[in-house]
């Protein structure tokens, strides 16, 4: 079965640091990838997406994510985190079933 | 345009009652889904709907269901409602369904099971 892997439960970091978050997915064909946040008291809206094309994807609020597909990875990327980066962020990956997502990687930003 | 909206957004039942939730989708989307968050296993699917037609079922019991209205709007039914059944169930719509479509998301309707 489709599976999306977050390897970061909490990850907890100081203002200005750099900011990677794993993600590894395991369907083997064509494959949809998505980064979706959840702010504290928000609904889930989406970062970014990657279908095709360029495997470096940049999204909204200066993230970005790169499809490595020899690695089945799709990482998240900030080179420099504000403390309105708190959030939880959960990768989601879709192929020939629906939406598989990681069970989310909760980011605190601390001044 | 209006976003996603769900109804009720908290619910409080107790064990053994049944609960529908309501989900309307963003106008002209006409893909649905349905998903609980809780937070030890965040999202799971539970179901996609699309033209009134179940696409798609994720790995829950049969307690679990859905419809889909001509008008796109979708409801989840869940019986005999267990303890562990407390989550924030979520409703995405998507405008068709392809699966490299982008989701919105809705607030989410609150379920605590007593």
């Known amino acids: 079965a489709q599976s999306v892997s977050q390897h970061n439960h909490h990850v907890i970091l100081s203002e200005a640091a750099s900011l990677e978050l794993g993600c590894n997915y395991s369907?083997?064909?064509?494959?949809?990838l998505f980064w979706y946040v959840q702010y504290p008291g928000q609904h889930l809206q989406l970062l970014l997406k990657?279908?095709?094309?360029?495997?470096l994807v940049k999204g909204i609020k200066g993230f970005e994510a790169e499809f490595i597909k020899s690695k089945f990875s799709f990482n998240l990327r900030k080179p420099s985190v504000q403390w309105s980066d708190t959030a939880e962020y959960f990768c989601d990956s879709s192929g020939n079933t629906p939406l598989v997502f990681g069970k989310g990687t909760r980011l605190s930003v601390i001044a | 345009k209006a976003g996603v909206t769900q109804t009720p957004r908290y619910l409080i039942k107790t064990r053994g009652q049944q609960v529908t939730l309501s989900c309307s989708p963003i106008?002209?989307?006409?893909?649905v889904s349905w998903y609980q968050q809780t937070p030890g296993q965040g999202l799971q699917f539970l179901f996609e709907?699309?033209?009134?037609?179940?696409?798609n079922k994720g790995n829950f019991p049969g307690r679990f269901s859905g419809r889909q209205f001509s008008n796109s709007r979708s409801e989840m039914n869940v019986s005999t409602l267990e303890l562990g059944d407390s989550a924030l169930y979520l409703c995405a719509s998507r405008l068709g369904d392809q699966t490299y479509n982008e989701q919105f998301f809705g607030p989410g309707t609150r379920l605590t099971v007593l």
């Open positions: 106008s002209g989307h006409r893909s």
């Open positions: 369907y083997g064909g064509t494959v949809n």
């Open positions: 709907y699309f033209s009134e037609t179940q696409r």
């Open positions: 990657y279908f095709s094309g360029d495997p």
